[in-house]
């Protein structure tokens, strides 16, 4: 699955090797998917996005945006797979969800095996679909401030009892995170995955924001997560702490072996000495 920071490094490519290419031809997935979700007709696609120009994309979140201009935007969101570039000449993939051929015969395409919305907006109509509107302040933005921060764990302790790790990955609270990264977050800020967010104190408070806004740069500056791969089929650089690959060894910092637990539908990793 794509994170904040995967986004961050596949619009910043796009916008390197993409930006002012003409489209050729825009089609939808010949690879039939229904968990992949398109909000147009294949011959409508193709129609609004012939004759386009691929302007800078941008990342929010879990969502991309690529401007194809005049008038519309192709937003991929949410999603797990490949965004790649195809160089003039060569080989396209077989399946693909969607390929756009640009007019000096290079081509990008995107696929998933997992889920994802690859969509055509309007210009501007992008910002009221659902999870896009009203979406909160990110790792990334300067509205991310402790100040912001500690306000939203104000406001969530009010409700339902709330985990860190609930905090971090559940209904985008801190929109672009998942849980691959939550995982180094957590080990990061000292704090178990259960830890009840209304149990904070704020030296607790101050670390776990430092540690999401440091854990995305770094992942950010390393081009992704390892298991990852970039626009031109790469891996990032960025080898997580605690995964699969770690678990059972011993903890960086202490030496403990690494656990591996199950909570909130999927797996966690985490060091049972330093995160409390």
């Known amino acids: 699955m794509f994170e904040l920071p995967e986004c961050a490094t596949l619009t910043r490519q796009m916008s390197e090797t993409l930006r002012g290419k003409t489209v050729q031809r825009g089609r939808l997935g010949n690879s039939p ?121 104000d406001e969530l302790a009010k409700g339902e009892k709330r985990s860190v790790k609930g905090l971090l990955t559940q209904e985008q609270l801190v929109p672009g995170l998942g849980n691959s990264v939550a995982q180094d977050i957590m080990f990061r800020a000292g704090l178990h995955p259960r830890h009840a967010i209304a149990e904070l104190s704020e030296a607790q408070r101050r670390g776990l924001h430092s540690a999401i806004v440091k854990t995305v740069r770094d992942v950010i500056a390393k081009g992704g997560r390892s298991d990852e791969i970039d626009l031109y089929g790469r891996p990032g650089e960025y080898e997580r702490v605690l995964s699969s690959k770690t678990a059972g060894k011993p903890c960086p910092k202490c030496g403990t072996k690494i656990e591996k637990i199950a909570y909130l539908g999927g797996a966690c990793y985490l060091c049972p000495k330093c995160q409390e």
């Open 33 to 153: 998917h229904k968990f992949v979700w398109y909000n147009r007709k294949p011959a409508e696609f193709e129609r609004q996005t012939k004759g386009k120009t691929v302007g800078t994309a941008t990342a929010r979140g879990r969502w991309m945006f690529v401007p194809l201009e005049p008038g519309y935007v192709f937003v991929v969101g949410e999603c797990g797979g490949r965004m790649l570039f195809h160089e003039p000449g060569a080989e396209l993939p077989a399946k693909y969800h969607v390929l756009f051929e640009f007019g000096d015969g290079s081509a990008l395409s995107v696929t998933t095996q997992m889920w994802g919305a690859m969509e055509l907006f309007e210009q501007g109509k992008e910002q009221e679909r659902k999870y896009i509107k009203g979406m909160r302040p990110t790792p990334v933005d300067r509205e991310f401030t402790f100040r912001y921060f500690s306000g939203l764990v």
